[in-house]
């Protein structure tokens, strides 16, 4: 690890730590206010004072809010605070964020990241800026502290997502007349008031006070901070942190999560929302997506996704050295939906007999074969359906081995790898550990399966032996 001290311009020193690059799976949870109305996505209360918007989903929340709740004149954002903040006391023994920290270990995560506070400038956390909206002082609940002291106790790592850069606009304070959007008792949590310069140091003192009071191995922030205006602070936060991390806490290594252009590359991990990139990136980085295809937060109409995409994804992400941060929605008393369960539970069932692939891996010297080998590319790509000719590479760290990891059911009793051209000492089907003839074609490695292809139930992985 680099030992001298970071500052502003010497950020490209940053190595991503080890146990980063081995974890390769997290879980990203968006829980706040945002889950009491459950409805459209976690940009309610966005929307609800946005007469002709419809949500990502393509939901119309302002007239489902003036249907529900009497509109925005009536019923405001803030009114959804108090009966949230009695939803998240059924955090307060500790008891619901042990059973979200098992569920994730079972899944077969390293990392979890709840979002601490999101656009709508709620802290779920002891804060001194959030003064007045913040789960302990309204609710006696330290939300991010009860989540990272369970992470803890099953080994896992812990990060905490800011969202606040975005509070300055989240809000539709240009057509906000006769709401509480502009009523300046309610600056602390719509921003009316504050200059832009105000804005941007509020979002340094909030980054500072998670980092110094929290400690997070992981940091995550959202769209908006590549900005001119952040330009300054974003960089002296990030030295900060790195330097009371890496020198002050004795960590192994921390990792800031950025995207688009926020920071320079090297810098940090950059991230890709719901998609990928189209080959191996020498340094690594991180993919986040969603088991909802709709929202990010709990909705009661929700559209989820599969294990399989979600394994594939995994999968295709790992292959191209990344991390795949998986979000959950979690009902407003905590409860995470079946379906998102579901999931979780599925994909730690594939990775317990499979891990070997997964975890502790790095790129071999290409990513894959097949037909979808150039479909996923950038933000917002992530609804590739992949089948069984999509084979996805990784290696051992030392080199000794490679996992050709197929993205369904096998279609016949013999598999052709065209991008393996030497006679490996053996190759197995790494589930079982059964040994496979081989044999190359045409200088393609043929493999013949032993059992019937009709036994091999879903996703498979080969484990190919280096001379």
Known sequence: MIKEKFNENNLKNYVVPEWFEDAKFGIFIHYGVYSKPGYGDEWYGHWMYLKDSKSWGGDDIYHYHKNTYGGVQNFGYKDFIPMFMKDIQSFRDNSM????????????AKYV????????SV???????????????????????????????????????NHFAENIWFFDKEHGEDTD?????YSELYGYGLTEEEHVKKWYDISMEIIEKYHPELIYYDFDLQKPEYAVYRR???????????????????????????FENGEAVLDVERGALSNIREMHWQTDTSVGTKSWG?????????????????????????????????MPDGTIPREAREILEGMGRWLEKNQE????????????????????????????VYDVRDVRYTR???????????????LENEILLSEYHELPKSVELLETHQKLECMLSGGKLRVMLKESKEKIDGMFVLKIESK
């Open 236 to 262: 002296k936060m990030l030295a900060e942190y790195y330097n009371m991390e890496k020198n002050a806490r004795e960590l192994n290594g921390v990792v800031c999560c950025y995207k688009y252009n926020a």
């Open 396 to 410: 051992s760290k030392d080199g000794s081995y490679v996992y050709a990891i197929f993205m369904g059911k096998p």
């Open 97 to 108: 964020a042990d059973k979200w920290a098992k569920l994730f270990k079972r899944a077969g």
């Open 181 to 185: 959007i502009v009523n300046p008792q």
């Open 113 to 120: 990241m709840p979002v601490g506070i999101h656009h709508d």
């Open 298 to 330: 709990y909705t009661k109409n929700e559209v989820f996704g599969s294990t399989h995409r979600y394994l594939c994804e995994l999968v295709d992400t790992v292959s191209k050295n990344g991390n795949l941060l998986l979000n959950i929605g979690p």
């Open 123 to 161: 802290a779920l956390y002891q804060s001194d800026i959030q003064k007045e909206y913040n789960s302990v002082s309204l609710a006696g609940v330290d939300y991010c502290r009860l989540l990272q002291t369970a992470c803890k106790n099953q080994g896992l790592h812990f990060g905490i997502s």
């Open 357 to 384: 692939a997964i975890f502790g891996t790095r790129p071999w010297s290409v990513f894959g074969e097949g037909p979808h080998v150039n479909s996923v590319k950038g933000e917002f790509s992530d609804e590739v």
